[in-house]
């Protein structure tokens, strides 16, 4: 058996293939594919049990890492003694919990492609910078490690993506030909995703660094790549909520990813925010946050100043003002 995980999703979907490929070739049966989502593991352990009448019987279970550490035990007691003629296959973004890992190791193999499931901030940075580098290396050409970094900054949120990173590389590497990748290629060919400053905005709320928030919120409000006010309030809304989530009694990640709907990265960072802030300021966070949401929709405020946006820019600075003091307690 095996479990296939990894944010590298084109390696992940190579191996795979790979693994359908090999049971066909060797006279297998076609896969049967769930869903973690959509079917118990009841169910997939009730589709390993079935005789084979026609070679291998290959189970492909894929958004495996949906279900919870108390969901796949039926797959942990199948583990300790499986038909022989089953090849189980997990396809997963995450780890495998503790339990299942173990049960992995002993009747299979883990194959990961991407950074470590518990990596910090700085090392899956770390991770997806060398990734850019080797993808660029790929076509002949080469980047620094710094703007490398840059490109997997400019990219935002799907600077968390390794294919389009890969395809951001492959851009670069075309422009650059046999030289090395200038900043020049990169200011012309990457384009700043304005969600990655109002998600940079974020974390500047969350350590309570004013000076840095007010900077950077009067980039996105005034800069070459303006950003609306309403579009910095969703991505802030949708960040403290993940944090909110975090903050609950015994929340995991896994709640944050399926309540708040952050995946991967985004979703370590607000279980590591959360153990930052006091007991129920995430939640405080999300209400200021409704209240300017309807301030920059039906709000007087909105409509003061002389140029077209200044009230909505000075109702968000108020709401980073409040968000600001209750991160710093």
């Known amino acids: 058996m095996y ?4 944010e590298d999703r084109a390696k992940v979907d190579r191996a795979l293939h790979r693994l359908v490929a090999r049971v ?20 997939v352990r009730a ?19 949906q279900w919870k550490a108390a969901d796949v035990e039926p797959l942990i007691d199948y583990l300790d003694d499986p038909l022989l003629s089953t090849c189980l296959a997990f396809v997963s973004d995450g780890a495998p919990t503790p339990r299942m ?23 899956r940075i770390a991770w997806f910078t060398r990734y850019v580098q080797d993808e660029v290396k790929k076509y002949g050409s080469s980047i620094s490690a710094k703007l490398a970094a840059e490109v997997v900054t400019r990219a935002g949120r799907a600077g968390e993506d390794a294919g389009h990173l890969a395809n951001e590389a492959t851009k670069l590497a075309m422009a650059a030909g046999d030289a090395a990748v200038s900043q020049d290629d990169v200011d012309a ?6 969600q990655a400053k109002a998600y940079l905005l974020g974390d500047l709320i969350v350590q309570a660094d004013a000076r840095g928030a ?30 909110a989530v975090a903050q609950g009694p015994g929340a995991t990640q896994s709640d944050v990813e399926r309540i708040a709907g952050l995946k991967g990265y985004p979703a370590q960072k607000a279980v590591e925010q959360a153990r930052q802030l006091g007991p129920g300021a995430g939640e405080w ?9 309807l301030d920059l929709r039906v709000s007087s405020l909105k409509d003061l100043g002389e140029a077209s946006g200044d ?15 209750a991160c710093r307690g």
């Open 101 to 123: 890992l173990k049960a992995v190791e002993a009747s299979g193999q883990l194959l990961a492609f991407g950074p470590p499931a518990k990596a910090s901030g700085k090392e």
């Open 3 to 6: 479990w296939i995980h990894g």
């Open 189 to 194: 060919l990457v384009v700043v995703d304005p």
């Open 285 to 293: 966070c999300v209400a200021r946050l409704a209240d300017l949401e």
């Open 24 to 43: 066909e070739a060797e006279g297998g049966m076609p896969a049967e594919r769930f869903e973690a989502g959509e079917v118990s593991a009841l169910e």
């Open 214 to 243: 007010y900077a950077m919120l009067a980039d996105l409000a005034g800069g070459s790549e303006t950003t609306e006010p309403i579009v910095i309030q969703r991505m802030l809304a949708r960040h403290f909520r993940g944090i």
């Open 47 to 65: 589709a390993c049990e079935a005789m084979s009448f026609g070679g291998t019987r290959l189970v492909l279970v894929r958004r495996a890492d």
């Open 311 to 325: 009230g909505a820019r000075m109702v968000l600075e108020l709401g980073v003002r409040d968000l600001l003091g």
